[in-house]
């Protein structure tokens, strides 16, 4: 079973940065998508990033584009977002989320597996 670990996450004032990690074990991982998704207090989880087993191809919400870039290591084991000009309105608990899809990864039923979660605060 394939088992998501997300890390990273903490408190930082708006402007700055953060790096989150999914450390991915269980499966093959280069046979994945994987994306970050968050979801506020009230709010319904939303896509923020994924990148495409196939070929690498990567695609963003428009709320993070410029700012944020996913990548994946070159083991293929982590997927990370990097995280720059963080605002407020980017406070969120954070998942991780894998798929055998190549197609639909801005759609959160698309993802069979899910991390825990971790949570992100920024700070005016």
């Known amino acids: 079973q394939v088992q998501l670990v997300e890390s990273g996450g903490g408190l930082v004032q708006a402007g700055g940065s953060l790096s989150l990690s999914c450390a991915a074990s269980?499966?093959?991982?280069?046979?994945?998508?994987m994306a970050w998704f968050r979801q506020a207090p009230g709010k319904e989880r939303e896509f923020v990033a994924a990148?495409?087993?196939?070929?690498?191809?990567?695609y963003y919400a428009d709320s993070v584009k410029g700012r944020f870039t996913i990548s994946r290591d070159n083991a293929q084991n982590t997927v990370y977002l990097q995280m720059n000009s963080l605002k407020t309105e980017d406070t969120a608990l954070y998942y991780c989320?894998?798929?055998?899809?190549?197609?639909?990864?801005?759609?959160?039923?698309?993802?069979?597996?899910w991390g825990q979660g971790t949570q992100v605060t920024v700070s005016s």
């Open positions: 989320a894998a798929t055998y899809r190549a197609s639909d990864l801005a759609y959160a039923g698309t993802y069979a597996h």
């Open positions: 990148i495409r087993w196939s070929d690498g191809t990567t």
């Open positions: 269980g499966g093959t991982f280069s046979s994945y998508s």
